[in-house]
């Protein structure tokens, strides 16, 4: 019986916390503001959190010294977390930067996991219940994904059909291919001993392929043909060709490739051309800021810190016009190395690549084990080329997991570099520090309940009950972005110019957001500050040029101060640009703009010959 339960508590419990979080994406609460979104990541720190305590408890209680063995993986790896964490702490960030206190859970889940997976009494308990958990998490979400298709589940993104459990169907998609890349793994290697696991990794295999043409991610589709292709090759026995013909499989394979992707590329490109340039712009406004920042960047965690600032800086000089209708509000770089290398600097890229060595280097072991985690992280290496698996939490989890059960292996076949005990004393003061962290998480999960109420009662036009509910949570959300933009809206529709002046200015340093900068214009405006009102939303205009907001309402000023060769011109620019979002408020917006410059100007015939 003893041995029994020392089995549940020390292999069991632990590889069930860590499936646990898998499900992440399937949190989606409706009981807090956006629970699509901000469930998932109320999910990771609370799971997280317990994985972690129960786990130090357990080392606690089970023996007075851990023995971890650390290869040069881990090393890279740490020092890939170390320099993050410095680069957050030298941009004075690391108090709001969501992404350090996220970056350390995730060290301590890696650890963990490589843990478990060293451990031989632990080891094929813990691989077998993750795996079969990561699979079913899988099918679970490829259901949800056809219900969605057929319609017969609503997606919660207007915008979207087929988005799973996510707020966008990008991350719902990246999540299935390296799930794919592993399932197919599993199946092709055999893997595992267990049949039932074989075929489920097969129906996994053949229901993500089934949805992923629907979700219309191009990403998704080169993950999946890449990482058939890296098994094909790796399944295969080269050492039984002739040295002749090896030679000229190889020049066949790289001719061959070089065509794919050159075919890849012109068909990825032309399938949606706006969304590859719009792509291209972000990484050229990026290599500004690199250009600034080039050894140390601008601090972990910061690039939509900066961005925007850096695009209305890059649409003042000279441009391409066509590139107005581009921008956009822009969060994330599209390209993890880029990002990493606007916030680290040329330090952190380095130490990254270091790390995708050593996984690349793991494959010169040829064991089925090591396939088992290193083709999906070389997948998800390669797709951060053109989308963002590093920055969502869903597929940061993957990614950890995976490089954690890759160490582990390689430990397990090469002698460490060293050996390091931590005793029972460390794992109780990280143990304290670490409970604050998981009881700040669920005091804030209350404060978005509350949010819900606020977001509600602003919605049914009851903005003074809402500003009561805003008011009572600010302390504890100020430096949350949209909670700002939103509480601000509710100040300002109750005519509270000044307070929404204050929480903006608060919160337009930590992201300067184009709709953050319209409404301080507009609260500027109503308090008489005709200036500050000019310039905020000349620099909203400079962030989006497409928008036709920020120039509707310095036309309007213009015009009503007598500066009327400015507003001419701004009229002129609002009539002749194509609008990137059409919808009925823009042409009204249009519309009235028309009507003033037709009155105004002195050669109306021009756009009245035209049909405007």
């Known amino acids: 019986m003893t041995g029994t339960f020392k089995k549940i508590f020390s292999s069991y419990l632990p590889a069930i916390l860590i499936s646990s979080l898998f499900a992440v994406p399937l949190i989606s609460p409706s009981n807090i503001y956006f629970g699509t979104f901000f469930g998932k990541e109320f999910g990771f720190y609370i799971l997280c959190s317990l994985l972690i305590i129960y786990c130090f408890l357990y080392y606690i209680l089970d023996q007075p010294v851990k023995r971890i063995s650390i290869n040069k993986l881990d090393i890279t790896f740490l020092l890939f977390v170390l320099w993050n964490l410095i680069s957050a702490i030298i941009s004075n960030d690391s108090y709001i930067n969501g992404k350090t206190s996220e970056l350390i859970l995730l060290t301590f889940f890696y650890f963990i996991i490589k843990g478990q997976m060293v451990d031989s009494k632990r080891r094929e308990t813990t691989l077998i219940v993750t795996s079969v958990s990561l699979l079913i998490i899988a099918n679970i979400e490829v259901v949800i994904g056809i219900l969605q298709l057929y319609n017969i589940v609503a997606s919660k993104n207007p915008y979207f059909k087929i988005i799973g459990t996510f707020h966008n169907p990008a991350p719902y998609s990246l999540f299935l291919t390296i799930i794919f890349a592993f399932a197919s793994t599993a199946y092709l290697f055999n893997v595992f001993k267990e049949k039932f696991i074989k075929y489920l990794s097969l129906g996994t295999c053949l229901s993500i392929i089934y949805i992923i043409p629907f979700i219309g991610n191009r990403s998704s589709w080169i993950g999946i043909v890449l990482s058939t292709a890296f098994i094909i090759i790796l399944k295969c026995d080269w050492r039984q060709l002739s040295p002749l013909f090896k030679k000229w499989i190889k020049i066949a394979l790289v001719a061959v490739t070089l065509i794919l992707i050159v075919i890849s590329i012109n068909f990825l490109y032309n ?4 969304s590859t340039e719009g792509r291209l712009l972000v990484w050229k406004v990026s290599g500004n800021i690199i250009k600034k920042h080039p050894v140390i960047g601008i601090g972990y965690g910061r690039f939509k810190s900066e961005y925007n600032l850096y695009q209305a800086e890059y649409f003042r000089g000279d441009h391409n016009k066509n590139e107005e209708l581009l921008a956009d509000n822009v969060r994330l770089a599209y390209n993890d190395y880029i990002e990493i290398l606007v916030e680290t600097g040329i330090i952190g ?6 790390l995708i060595y050593y996984i690349l280097k793991s ?22 080329l053109i989308s963002y698996p590093l920055n969502s939490i869903s597929t940061k989890i993957l990614f950890i997991f995976f490089i954690g059960l890759l160490s582990a292996q390689i430990s397990l076949n090469e002698h ?46 009851q903005t003074e009950l809402s500003e009561i509910y805003y008011k009572q949570i600010f302390k504890n959300l100020k430096y949350d972005l949209r909670f700002a933009l939103f509480y601000a809206e509710c100040l300002f529709v109750n005519g509270n110019y000044f307070e929404t002046i204050s929480i903006l200015n608060s919160v337009r340093n930590i992201v300067p957001d184009p709709e953050i900068y319209l409404l301080i214009g507009n ?5 008489g500050n005709n200036t500050k009102a000019i310039y905020f939303w000349e620099e909203a205009n400079y962030m989006v040029p497409s928008r036709v907001l920020p120039k509707y ?32 408020t823009t042409q009204v ?24």
Request: proline share 2%; glycine share 4%; charged share 20%.
């Open 271 to 274: 399938f949606k051309s706006g």
């Open 349 to 354: 890229l380095l130490i990254i690549c270091t």
């Open 363 to 384: 494959l010169k072991l040829k064991k089925v084990n090591i396939y088992l985690s290193s083709i999906p992280l070389i997948i998800c290496l390669i797709l951060s």
């Open 416 to 461: 460490g570099l060293l050996r390091i005990c931590i005793r029972r004393y460390s794992l109780i003061i990280l143990l304290i520090l670490l409970v604050p962290l998981a009881g700040y998480q669920v005091n804030r999960y209350s404060k978005f309940k509350q949010w819900l109420y606020a977001d509600n009662a602003f919605s049914s036009q």
């Open 523 to 527: 609260a500027y405006y109503k308090t």
């Open 553 to 584: 309402y310095l036309t309007k000023l213009y015009y009503s101060i007598g500066e009327n060769s400015k507003a001419d011109s701004l009229s002129r620019n609002i009539l002749e640009m194509e609008v990137k979002v059409k919808t009925d």
């Open 589 to 612: 917006l249009v519309n009235e703009i028309r009507k003033i410059y037709l009155r105004n100007y002195k050669q109306p015939d021009e756009y009245a010959k035209q049909g405007h």
